[in-house]
């Protein structure tokens, strides 16, 4: 043998050492960054649940400001909308509206206060006699509640009283009243009215919602 063939095979035998030796090491390089990517995931999705519950926090805080629908589905009230109170209105009770048996009286809320304000639902409605004793019953709510109505200063909204004439639903007669007492929608101040001849007939007697105008 040559002298200067013996280092070969251990120069062979070195490099397939290296080679293994890479190999081992490019292996375990990639599994430890699937580990980690793993993890990244993990972490990534946690986090954004907890920023996604802080942000929906901000979120609803950000609709109270900004006027947009709050998480309880109801829009808040615009800005300047009041509800129209007792002190602020006059009421009067309209002319009787005849028709098949059928009496109905338009009872009038007008604004006399210096900004608008908002009438929505029924009125709480009684009779009274001069002497402020109640006659019958109050007044049953009859047909739909309907939706807001803004009165602008000096404008008016009426709801109906309802009652039938004399003879008519097998019941007698109140005696006529003197007054009409009425609770504005939502109020818990009363106005009074003075009336002449209202009188309650067959033990009906209803109120509706408050609608725009006079309409008597």
Not at 149 to 162: D, R
Request: with cysteine; proline share 6%.
């Amino acid at each position: 043998m040559s002298p200067h063939s013996s280092p070969r095979p251990v120069r062979q035998a070195a490099a397939v050492l290296l080679a293994a030796a890479a190999a081992v090491g490019l292996t375990a390089c990639q599994h430890g960054t699937t580990r980690g990517s793993g993890s990244s995931s993990a972490s990534a999705s946690h986090g954004t649940g907890v920023d996604t519950a802080s942000g929906g926090g901000d979120t609803a805080g950000s609709s109270q400001q900004t006027g947009r629908p709050t998480s309880s589905g109801r829009p808040p009230r615009a800005a300047g909308s009041t509800r129209c109170a007792a002190t602020s209105m006059r009421m009067r009770l309209g002319g009787v509206d005849a028709g098949a048996g059928n009496l109905r009286y338009a009872l009038v809320f007008t604004n006399s206060g210096r900004q608008p304000c908002i009438l929505r639902g029924y009125p709480g409605v009684s009779l009274m006699a001069r002497d402020a004793q109640s006659i019958g019953k109050p007044a049953t709510r009859e047909g739909v509640a309907g939706g807001p109505v803004t009165l602008a200063p000096g404008a008016s909204a009426h709801a109906e009283l309802h009652t039938l004439n004399e003879g008519l639903g097998g019941a007698g007669c109140w005696k006529s009243a003197d007054l009409v007492l009425a609770y504005p929608p939502g109020s818990k101040e009363s106005m009074t009215t003075r009336t002449s001849g209202l009188r309650i007939c067959g033990e009906e007697f209803s109120v509706s919602a408050v609608t725009p105008g006079i309409a008597g």
